[in-house]
């Protein structure tokens, strides 16, 4: 867990000993995303929803194809016990929902910096 890739590596296994440390990497993994997002941001807008969107239709595509590769069903009852360490531990099945989070504290900043500007200078 040192360098944050055990969520990775073993690629369709588990070694570890404490088996929620994937949660870890995959948070250590996405706070390097979010500078370069906020960075991409603070610059225009437009490339940041561009970054967005490609970032999730990159982990969309990615989860589908791993989904049917391995044949993973939608169904409790009748998951592989592989499903947890091929999919479920991995960035790409958990980035759509921080990039959620991204956009949500981004449109706040915008809105309460644009509403601050709206209202002129204190005086």
Same mark, same amino acid.
């Given at each position: +867990?040192?360098?944050? &890739?055990?969520?990775?590596?073993? @690629?369709?296994?588990? #070694?570890?000993?404490?088996?929620?440390?994937?949660?870890? +990497?995959? #948070?250590?993994?996405?706070?390097?995303?979010? !500078?370069? =997002? &906020? +960075?991409?941001?603070?610059?225009?807008?437009?490339?940041?929803?561009?970054?967005?969107? =490609? =970032?999730?239709?990159?982990?969309? =595509?990615?989860?589908?194809?791993?989904?049917?590769?391995? #044949?993973?069903? +939608?169904?409790?009852?009748? $998951?592989? #016990?592989? $499903? @947890?360490?091929?999919? $479920?531990?991995? !960035?790409?099945?958990?980035? !759509?929902?921080?990039? &959620?989070?991204?956009?949500?504290?981004?449109? %706040?900043?915008? %809105?309460?910096?644009?509403?601050?500007?709206?209202?002129?200078?204190?005086?």
């Amino acid at each position: +867990a040192l360098i944050f &890739v055990n969520n990775l590596i073993p @690629w369709g296994g588990r #070694d570890s000993c404490m088996q929620w440390t994937w949660y870890l +990497a995959c #948070d250590v993994q996405f706070f390097i995303l979010v !500078p370069i =997002l &906020v +960075a991409i941001y603070y610059h225009g807008r437009r490339n940041f929803w561009i970054s967005i969107c =490609l =970032l999730w239709f990159l982990s969309t =595509l990615i989860s589908i194809i791993v989904i049917v590769r391995n #044949d993973f069903s +939608a169904s409790y009852f009748t $998951y592989k #016990d592989t $499903y @947890w360490s091929i999919f $479920y531990e991995k !960035p790409w099945a958990r980035l !759509p929902a921080y990039l &959620v989070g991204i956009i949500s504290g981004c449109s %706040y900043y915008s %809105y309460k910096h644009e509403q601050l500007m709206a209202q002129g200078p204190i005086k």
